[in-house]
């Protein structure tokens, strides 16, 4: 198996100073990769050189994965310290108290004794089982409350107090609910995973994020293929396909995978693309070693961009919700340069 040397990809700065890789490797099977498939895919990415995972309580996979983690560190193909460990809090655990007991099974799922990130998965304290339909709405769903968020990022905080987590993050967060809780936050966010891809490009939020220090994490960067059918909708744009990506491919003699990532990377932001295929998690660390996009190249994907949200989070829709763009705040309308 080819191994990329982690010291090549590229590296970002954090707001409170740690240095983490400038790709990973997301976990979700997106409800239709089995767990030993994923797990799997883990190990054969830590070989090729991968340092950072993005995981989640409600990908259901984390006690596979921490076995795969114990694996590798016990057969001396990386140490702890030389990883980024990213998790999140599922939504049903954001009452009192929820946050620390939450974390502690993460860490006991994933076999360590302290998190590299930990984030507020969503803005809301709506549950959802794994695999769920949208017949499966949540009947108890309600809107984004400030007070609600904030009593969960006050537990967040007390975590890196704690010295279980070293650094603490949010995930898909709108400027409108940051502009509410940013000025609160004691510990500010150190990172900030939303969607970000060719066809949905956030440059409003990115700005933001620029500005106030926030490290973006690009989920879904291949424009996520393999979503779950609830974040699916006639129509939707697929990624693979846009001209400008498949022409500057072929300039590159690649997949259009190939260029979303280097994209990503290039632009700043920190791609997490999923893969279960070797060659594929393999090609996508170490295009961000060589060959880069041209100034040029870079403008004509900025100006493809499609702002069309892939994953829509229709799960989370709340009674008198009037459809997806409310989870939102409505800035997909506004949401270009
Ligand atoms: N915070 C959140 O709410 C949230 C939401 C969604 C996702 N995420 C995270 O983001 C990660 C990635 O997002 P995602 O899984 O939705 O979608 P994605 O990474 O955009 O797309 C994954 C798909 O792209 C294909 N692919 C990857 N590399 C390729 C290559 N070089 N050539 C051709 N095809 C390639 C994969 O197929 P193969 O397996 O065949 O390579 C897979 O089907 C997740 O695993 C998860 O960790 C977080």
Excluded at 141 to 164: C, H, I, N, T
Excluded at 262 to 276: C, D, E, L, T, Y
Aim: aromatic letters at 10%; hydrophobic letters at 35%.
């Amino acid at each position: 198996m080819e191994h990329i040397n982690p010291s090549l990809v590229p590296q970002r700065q954090l707001n409170n100073g740690m240095v983490i890789p400038g790709i990973g490797m997301g976990t979700f099977g997106n409800d239709r990769y089995t767990s030993e498939e994923v797990s799997n895919a883990v190990y054969g990415s830590i070989e090729a050189g991968y340092r950072l995972f993005d995981c989640a309580a409600a990908y259901g996979n984390e006690k596979d994965i921490g076995e795969v983690f114990a694996r590798a560190f016990s057969n001396g193909i990386v140490q702890r310290q030389e990883m980024t460990i990213m998790t999140k809090v599922w939504n049903d655990m954001h009452g009192q108290g929820d946050v620390l007991v939450a974390c502690a099974q993460s860490l006991r799922d994933l076999k360590l004794d302290y998190l590299d990130v930990y984030m507020v998965h969503w803005p809301y304290p709506t549950y959802h089982a794994p695999g769920a339909h949208l017949d499966g709405i949540n009947p108890n769903a309600v809107p984004f409350s400030l007070d609600e968020y904030m009593s969960v990022w006050r537990q967040m905080e007390k975590l890196v107090d704690m010295g279980l987590v070293r650094s603490i993050g949010m995930s898909n967060m709108t400027i409108t609910k940051l502009e509410q809780v940013l000025p609160l936050c004691r510990i500010k966010p150190a990172v900030l995973e939303v969607e970000i891809n060719p066809t949905f490009q956030q440059p409003k939020l990115f700005e933001y994020c620029q500005a106030h220090h926030i490290q973006l994490i690009a989920y879904s960067p291949m424009g996520s293929p393999c979503r779950p059918e609830r974040d699916t909708e006639p129509g939707d744009v697929v990624t693979f396909d846009m001209p400008e990506l498949q022409e500057i491919a072929k300039a590159h003699n690649c997949h259009p995978a190939t260029i979303c990532v280097k994209w990503a990377v290039q632009r700043g932001q920190i791609p997490i693309p999923f893969s279960v295929t070797q060659r594929n998690y393999t090609g996508n660390l170490k295009c961000t070693t060589e060959d880069f996009l041209t100034d040029e190249e870079m403008e004509t994907l900025r100006k493809a961009d499609k702002n069309a949200r892939l994953i829509k989070g229709k799960v989370f829709l709340w009674e008198g919700a009037e459809s997806w763009r409310d989870i939102w705040d409505g800035e997909d309308e506004w949401n270009t340069l």
